[in-house]
């Protein structure tokens, strides 16, 4: 008798209904949650994604930022920079070794 029940096939009803959090995963099609949530912007960066639209390029060297319509603001924002670095000791300005050059940006 217990050899019977161990070799029986459990009955099953075949109209059985499956939870589609219980349906089978296979490995070509993972089951992923996906957020439902409105995603929205706070108001405070309002402006920064007007600025993120516009097609303005940053000039990418102090020749550019020099010779640009906004030449104050990049010339200030470069002192306010060289300042900060110069406060906090981030670097130190020594003299070049013999035989060695300085970098020069083109």
Request: glycine share 0%.
């Amino acid at each position: 008798m217990l050899e019977e029940a161990l070799t029986r096939e459990p009955e099953v009803p075949e109209e059985l209904p499956i939870r589609e959090s219980e349906a089978p995963m296979t490995e070509l099609e993972p089951m992923q949650r996906r957020s439902t949530r409105i995603k929205k912007v706070p108001s405070k960066f309002d402006d920064m994604v007007l600025l993120a639209h516009e097609s303005h390029e940053e000039p990418n060297c102090y020749k550019a930022a020099s010779r640009s319509e906004d030449q104050n603001h990049w010339m200030k924002a470069m002192e306010e920079e060289m300042d900060s670095i110069e406060k906090n000791h981030a670097w130190d300005l020594v003299k070049l070794p013999d035989g060695r050059f300085e970098i020069i940006n083109f």
